[in-house]
């Protein structure tokens, strides 16, 4: 019985185990000489049934939200199943050691379902040319990008309430060689401590990444510069006043929801740039709409 | 020293280094992923430490951004970019994704026709025990997972949470043998209390008189198991199916007369004796089908005093239900894994 990614998510009683039976199936011819070890084919079998579970398709039903697995064809979903099935069975044979069949070597098997196999393509190398395969690389791109950078430094400007934290990291950068970051964090917050007195630094450094780290993963951040910089864009002024003013299903486009919109924006009121309170419309004073300016001036 | 005074500036290099300080600060936190991957056939329930519900969902929209060349990719999920770079679990996560998403998408990707044509006669009766298990763990664990982001986050995701644990429950009477079911359902109370703190009606409170039984999973009589034969459960019919429970040595039984669930206790503590009893059924909320005497499957009030001999048979409520259909009994045993009866006074 063939089933899609909907039915996982809406139907997991009645399709679980056609999933089951058809991971298990793929799995076996994946594994080769390990094809009968129960125990690697749970493994494979388990990891995909895991992934599923972890993305919040299975079961998902209404309440999750959609991922690019739902908009795939049933035909791409099987594909997509495919490949976690095979790079899953490449990555057992590896840690058993065993010699792996190349794709060439699997048709010269002759399998019937080989003329259709949407897997009969070159196996590559575990993730040779994925972006950011290695977390360094990604790491390197987020301080080369403008608006990641542009993240970086606010998130390094919110330590501007622990003084002694935002020091120690001010240091870091400057030992780095980080200059020009400095710089403009030192353009945004006033900071007058003495390095040279503060005391218990490598403390103060700790507990500056722990905050730097939550802020970098916090989606209302991201969302505060995102939105500041479409509020600027798409503002217009209102006649004989210089307000702006932006009704906010301008902001929503085709990549925010209402709700990351309305979440932004909380943010931005929160950090005294705007005065929202769920209005239809934002309306903005230039002393505001400069302070967004900044908010965004890389 | 300032480096405007060393000739070019080596932008490339101190970028470099800049970048080296940020993956050194977002994977300073404590290593939170599990070397090896969750076996079939181990618990699992408790996903959580290397799981980041926040965040691995949305691999599958950032692998695609990609792909697509988004131009804004990289801004839109940057709070995932950044969690990437620090956590090996969901950056792996992240090439698996990309990698088979990039194969789902390619123009050369021949239908899978195979698949397509791939039939089964797969069934739950039919699918191996061990992986019903494993999935029922997982939802459940994902159940966990929800409800403490949604708490983080100031969030109400009950509904939710409650829907993942009735189809762990659901898929769970698909297992024939008890303590494969136990151990599927093993952490089913702990998660459900865990939403019901949220909700409106009160669970009672524990007291030094409140005895809390447990099914005993796969031992009910009638359809299989034992068959349990005692002087002071000669009240019902001999091959009446049943759901037996135990507190310490004391026993007790469910059994089912029409669509009434029929509750009986035997040899309670002289204490109780001449009082009424409050029943509570913490996991009554979870299925429909049951419809609670009262209403409240946390307070359930027993019809009649604990005799002098210490028993007490009381409705609990009815349901479509049959115990005589093995996989109904399945289900109707998980909401009795945990049973607390609190005296009141008469």
């Given amino acids: 019985m063939p089933f899609s990614a909907n039915d996982l998510r809406y139907h997991l009683e009645e399709s679980y185990p056609a999933l089951c039976a058809y991971v298990q199936h793929r799995a076996q011819r994946y594994l080769g000489q390990l094809a009968f070890d129960a125990f690697e084919t749970d493994q494979v079998v388990g990891h995909v049934i895991e992934y599923l579970t972890r993305i919040q398709l299975l079961g998902g039903g209404d309440r999750a939200p959609r991922t690019a697995l739902d908009d795939l064809s049933n035909a791409q979903f099987y594909t997509f199943l495919n490949r976690m099935v095979q790079n899953k069975a490449i990555d057992r044979l590896r840690r058993r050691r065993l010699p792996m069949s190349t794709t060439g070597e699997l048709e010269e098997q002759g399998n019937p379902d080989d003329d259709n196999d949407p897997l009969n393509s070159v196996v590559e190398p575990f993730w040779g040319d994925v972006p950011f395969a290695n977390p360094e690389e990604a790491a390197l791109e987020a301080v080369s990008r403008d608006q990641l950078r542009t993240l970086l430094k606010k998130c390094i400007e919110t330590l501007s309430a622990a003084p002694r934290q935002l020091q120690a990291v001010i240091q870091e950068l400057e030992e780095l060689g980080a200059g020009e970051l400095v710089r403009e964090v030192r353009a945004e917050v006033s900071l007058d401590l003495d390095i040279s007195v503060v005391a218990h630094l490598s403390q103060h450094k700790d507990h500056a990444h722990k905050k730097l780290r939550l802020c970098l993963q916090k989606n209302s951040t991201n969302l505060a510069v995102m939105l500041a910089i479409r509020i600027t864009e798409y503002g217009t002024e209102s006649s004989g006043t210089d307000e702006l003013s932006v009704p906010i299903q301008t902001l929503t486009q085709r990549d925010l929801s209402l709700r990351e919109v309305q979440t932004g924006l909380q943010h931005l009121t929160r950090a005294g740039l705007l005065n929202w309170q769920g209005e239809e419309v934002i309306h903005l004073t230039p002393a505001q709409r400069k302070l967004l300016t900044r908010f965004y001036e890389e | ?346």
């Fill in chain 2, 1 to 346: 020293m300032s480096d405007e005074f060393v000739g070019m500036p080596d932008v490339q290099g101190r970028d470099a280094r800049l970048g080296q300080w940020l993956y050194q600060l977002l994977a300073g936190a404590p290593p939170a992923t599990s070397a090896e991957p969750i076996p079939v056939g181990e618990d699992v329930s408790l996903l959580g430490t290397d799981y980041h519900a926040a965040f691995y969902p949305a691999i599958p929209n950032f692998a695609r951004a990609l792909l697509q060349r988004d131009p804004e990719a990289l801004t839109h999920y940057a709070p995932l970019f950044f969690h990437l770079i620090g956590c090996p679990t969901c950056h792996r996560a992240y090439l698996e994704t990309y990698d088979a998403l990039r194969a789902a998408l390619s123009d050369d990707a021949r239908p899978a026709t195979t698949t397509l044509r791939f039939s089964s006669t797969a069934s739950l009766a039919t699918t191996s025990s061990k992986q019903l298990v494993f999935l029922c763990q997982l939802l459940i664990g994902q159940a966990r997972s929800v409800l403490r982001q949604a708490h983080r986050e100031h969030g109400d995701e009950d509904i939710w949470a409650r829907a993942l644990l009735q189809l762990a429950m659901q898929l769970s009477r698909h297992i024939m043998q008890g303590s494969l079911r136990q151990r599927a359902l093993r952490d089913l109370v702990e998660v459900a209390s865990l939403y019901q703190t949220s909700t409106t009606r009160e669970i009672p409170e524990r007291g030094e008189d409140t005895l809390t039984y447990s099914a005993l999973v796969g031992a009910g009589n009638g359809v299989r198991g034992r068959t349990v034969r005692r002087a002071e459960m000669a009240s019902r019919p001999q091959e009446q199916v049943s759901i037996e429970l135990r507190s310490g040595n004391l026993e007790g039984t469910v059994t089912q007369e029409g669509d009434m669930l029929i509750l009986r206790l035997s040899d309670l503590n002289i204490s109780l004796r001449g009082k009424f009893l409050l029943i509570s059924i913490p996991l009554g909320t979870l299925l429909e089908p049951v419809r609670w005497l009262g209403g409240n499957p946390y307070a359930i009030r027993s019809a009649g005093l604990v005799g002098p001999d210490g028993s007490l048979i009381t409705p609990l409520g009815r349901t479509d239900l049959l115990l005589s259909n093995a996989e109904e009994r399945n289900l109707l045993e998980i909401l009795f894994k945990k049973l607390d009866v609190h005296p009141l006074e008469a």
